[in-house]
T-cell receptor, first 114, second 115 residues
Framework: AQSVSQHNHHVILSEAASLELGCNYS??????LFWYVQYPGQHLQLLLK??????LVKGIKGFEAEFIKSKFSFNLRKPSVQWSDTAEYFC????????????FGAGTRLAVHP | KAGVTQTPRYLIKTRGQQVTLSCSPI?????VSWYQQTPGQGLQFLFE???????NKGNFPGRFSGRQFSNSRSEMNVSTLELGDSALYLC??????????????FGPGTRLLVL
């Protein structure tokens, strides 16, 4: 069965620190990859997505992610975090088949201290 | 354009009861997917509807069912509620069911508490 692993369940950073959240998936075929964010009290929002082409994908709010096929990874990065980035981040994969079925990782709770 | 809306936002039920949750997708979106979010299991796919047909189903018991109407609005029903059904139920809509490259837009969820 397809699965998505997020290595860090809780991350605590100070403002201006760099962020990298790990994501690995288990599916060996063509995949489409997503990062979603859930701010406190808000609904899930799309940060960025990768379908094909340039493996370095830029999203909203200064986030980017790099798809490394050989490592089955899609890590999320941000050079300098802000207090407003405090949220839960979810990596997700859709392995195709013509269905809108996302497999989510367990999520990473990020707390950014001023 | 209005986002995905879900009603009700909060619900308290007792074991053995049934519940119906509603989801209105973004205008023009025809695919609706449902997910269950719990602290223990995270986000899990329930099912997807497109053009009033269930296209895919996750690993949930038959007590979980759904339907989609001609205006793309969707409902999910859980019968014979169990304590473990307490969760945030999320609805997501996308333009079509054209495949895995569709972006799904999520609603705020319905938080169900089963006592």
């Amino acid at each position: 069965a397809q699965s998505v692993s997020q290595h860090n369940h809780h991350v605590i950073l100070s403002e201006a620190a760099s962020l990298e959240l790990g994501c690995n998936y288990s599916y060996g075929g063509t995949v489409n990859l997503f990062w979603y964010v859930q701010y406190p009290g808000q609904h899930l929002q799309l940060l960025l997505k990768y379908f094909s082409g340039d493996p370095l994908v830029k999203g909203i709010k200064g986030f980017e992610a790099e798809f490394i096929k050989s490592k089955f990874s899609f890590n999320l990065r941000k050079p300098s975090v802000q207090w407003s980035d405090t949220a839960e981040y979810f990596c997700a994969v859709n392995s195709g088949g013509g269905y809108n079925k996302l497999i989510f990782g367990a999520g990473t709770r990020l707390a950014v201290h001023p | 354009k209005a986002g995905v809306t879900q009603t009700p936002r909060y619900l308290i039920k007792t074991r053995g009861q049934q519940v119906t949750l509603s989801c209105s997708p973004i205008s023009g979106h025809r695919s609706v997917s449902w997910y269950q979010q719990t602290p223990g299991q995270g986000l899990q796919f329930l099912f997807e509807y497109f053009s009033e047909t269930q296209r895919n189903k996750g690993n949930f018991p038959g007590r979980f069912s759904g339907r989609q109407f001609s205006n793309s609005r969707s409902e999910m029903n859980v019968s014979t509620l169990e304590l473990g059904d307490s969760a945030l139920y999320l609805c997501a809509s996308s333009l079509t069911s054209g495949g895995s490259q569709e972006t799904q837009y999520f609603g705020p969820g319905t938080r169900l508490l089963v006592l």
